[in-house]
């Protein structure tokens, strides 16, 4: 099985390979207490990422260690790239833009990313 986060037009995305989550976080970090992201995170070999070079937008602010990607079209952000504290890459999947995600079904878990 596998899912796909996309931006609104379609031009970015993610494919993560496995079932969808029954868990996921919130973060009140500024950007995703704005955006309303609701996060899971994978190793980054779990994801396949299409992305046009001129399409994809990076944003990081802070220790600037996440990428936070979005659609230079439509302005959703359907992934963010960058390291677990462990240093290890991985993905951090907006799910959100999961659309057979149903997300009343998650799990909700609140981290404090604005203390980071």
Known sequence: MSYTSTCHCGTIGATIAGDLPAEAMTCNCSICRRKGTVLHFVPADAAS??????????????????????????GC??????????????????????????????????????SF
């Open 49 to 74: 990422l299409h992305a046009p070079a001129d399409k994809l937008g990076d944003y990081r602010f802070g220790k600037n260690a996440i990428h936070h990607h979005f659609c230079m079209d439509c």
């Open 77 to 114: 952000t359907p992934f963010a790239t960058g390291t677990d504290p462990q240093g290890n890459a991985m993905v951090a999947v907006n799910l959100r833009c999961v659309e057979d995600c149903d997300l009343d079904r998650l799990k909700l878990t609140a981290v404090d990313g604005a």
